[in-house]
């Protein structure tokens, strides 16, 4: 079985590097990216199976990013994990609509990453399980 690739577009240093690690130590192939601009890059050469995106990453935004992806060919185009503070509950909410199959709300927690992207990896391509819940839910995944 092919180890899985996850990218974390994330800018906060700490945070990037701890989810990292704790993807590595879970088995998966981990890369990072500090801005938006260097995620695209990693994307286009090489698409993960997952991308954990902050909502707030420089450069290239998480928006532009989410809709440059919408042309990537589904079957290549990584599942998207969206991170977001909870004031940032309406920007969030609308990165779904973009193509983001999922929310979690930062501070996020190993366990709590590692059963988003089991259920995003299970989701058929395209799709997402989050609009069909409320606002309130999706950043208590």
């Not at 996850?6 to 590097?17: G, V």
């Not at 990537?72 to 609308?94: F, G, H, M, N, Y």
């Not at 973009?98 to 709300?105: I, P, Y």
Request: hydrophobic share 45%; net charge negative.
């Amino acid at each position: 079985m092919e180890t899985l690739r996850i990218l974390i577009a994330e800018q906060d240093r700490e945070l990037r590097a701890r989810l990292r690690l704790d993807l590595q130590l879970s088995g998966y192939l981990a890369a990072e990216a500090a801005d938006g601009r260097e995620a695209l890059e990693i994307i286009q050469q090489e698409p993960p199976d997952v991308l954990v995106l902050d909502l707030e990453i420089p450069e290239i935004g998480s928006v532009a990013l989410l809709a440059e992806l919408r042309v990537v060919k589904a079957s290549r185009r990584p599942r998207a994990i969206v991170l977001a503070t909870s004031a940032q509950r309406p920007l969030a909410v609308e990165l779904l609509r973009l193509g983001a199959n999922d929310l979690l709300e930062k501070p996020v927690t190993a366990p709590q990453l590692l059963a988003s992207i089991t259920n995003v990896l299970e989701e058929p391509v395209g799709t997402s399980s989050c609009p069909a819940r409320g606002p309130a839910e999706l950043m208590q995944s």
